[in-house]
């Protein structure tokens, strides 16, 4: 029994964020559009600012939140349209909506942007890297837009990633490729560094992750207080933040791979209870106020054929998973490689509240 060690899950993390959002809806809208600089916002004769332009304006130097003012001067062909809010809105409800469909763990983080959680999804052979081209994809099909993605084991590298091939691009940072990225990176491109911090980093010679990590924790918590923590973690390309949706989830759930194939159901039986502890844990941190539906069980085995079993349940006791584990086993009794065990939760009287601030 000793010897069996459950293999601790590595995220997989996607970050998508649309190109030049409310630019490309308009350039979509109006082909003739296509090829000239456009921007949105409000009019030069009325001190207006711009909300965003497209890649050809941008080789003018025209930028987000520029005066329109200035940014005729930089480009004086941009034709800077009015801002359609509604059109933005429905179009960002069709995206997310389409990231709903590969995952329910999304964390929206604006009308263009959301991380994806895709760690246990199975689909495309579990590969992070084929979701997020495959969302690219649909998001291209249905609406015919372009969104760029970012994949890494964390929020922080992943949204990193997805800016690194702008327009149309990915960017995968791989567990292995961490340190090597991390290294040049600059440090205004981290989490909580504002105008303030770098501008002391500046005065410090500090400018990539490199330099960083030469503070240790200490002198970082000294100068930084509350930030030290996140800026020694993220000079080394560590981010624990979990993705957090804003929808009811439907359901919350454990799973272990293990690292060696357990040869027996017998084997299993004295790891039920960590399993079960730790769904107890998660619950407990989740606090969901729902009530729970069913529970279920999943057992994947060593040949990767999977199987699942499901009661209705208002509460999860440890005798049921196990009656569910030996379900599933006696269904295929071949070595398991796979366990899982959850809750679902009834949302039938949904009101989806929280999410809705956001559109
Ligand atoms: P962003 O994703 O920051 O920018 P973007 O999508 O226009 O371009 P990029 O390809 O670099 O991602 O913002 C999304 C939308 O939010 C943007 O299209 C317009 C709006 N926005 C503003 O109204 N004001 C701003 O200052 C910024 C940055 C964005
Ligand atoms: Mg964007």
Redesign the pocket.
């Known amino acids: 029994m000793e010897n069996i060690i459950v293999i601790p899950a590595i995220r997989k993390i996607i970050h998508i964020?649309?190109?030049?959002?409310?630019?490309?809806i308009e350039v979509r809208d109006n082909p003739k559009l296509a090829g000239h600089p456009v921007a949105?916002?409000g009019q030069h004769t009325e001190r207006g600012?711009?909300?965003?332009?497209n890649?050809v304006a941008r080789k003018f130097g025209v930028r987000?939140?520029m005066p329109t003012a200035t940014a005729l001067r930089l480009c004086p062909e941009l034709l800077v349209l009015p801002?359609n809010m509604a059109k933005?809105k429905q179009v960002s409800r069709n995206i997310h909506s389409i990231f709903q469909e590969f995952t329910e763990l999304v964390e929206p983080l604006?009308?263009?942007?959301a991380y994806l959680d895709v760690s246990n999804v199975e689909h495309y052979q579990g590969s992070a890297t084929l979701i997020a081209e495959a969302i690219r994809a649909k998001i291209w099909q249905k609406e015919k837009l372009t969104a760029?993605a970012g994949v890494a084991t964390n929020k922080f590298l992943a949204k990193i990633a997805s800016?690194w091939n702008?327009?149309d691009g990915i960017k995968v940072i791989r567990p292995q490729e961490i340190s090597e990225f991390i290294r040049e990176l600059a440090v205004d491109k981290l989490f909580g560094v504002g105008k303030v911090t770098a501008k002391r980093f500046a005065e410090m010679g500090i400018k990539t992750c490199n330099d960083l990590q030469k503070l240790s924790l200490s002198e970082l918590n000294h100068r930084f207080g509350k930030l030290g923590l996140t800026l020694y973690n993220q000079a080394r390309g560590i981010d624990n933040r979990g993705v957090e949706p804003n929808r009811p989830r439907k359901s919350l759930s454990v799973e272990e791979t293990f690292s060696k194939n357990l040869d027996s159901f017998a084997i299993l039986q004295p790891l039920i209870s960590e399993f079960y502890l730790k769904l107890l844990a998660r619950l407990n941190e989740a606090k969901i106020a729902r009530p729970i539906k069913s529970i279920f069980a999943k057992v994947k085995f060593a040949d990767f054929r999977q199987t699942t079993a499901e009661i209705s349940s208002v509460s999860p006791g440890i005798d049921s998973f196990k009656e569910l584990l030996a379900i599933c086993y006696e269904r295929y009794k071949r070595p398991i490689r796979l366990v899982g065990i959850g809750v679902i939760f009834d949302i039938s009287e949904d009101t989806i509240t929280q999410q809705q601030s956001l559109f």
């Open positions: 964020d649309m190109d030049c959002f409310y630019a490309a949105v916002g600012v711009l909300c965003t332009c890649y987000s939140a801002v933005y604006a009308l263009d942007e760029s800016g702008k327009p």
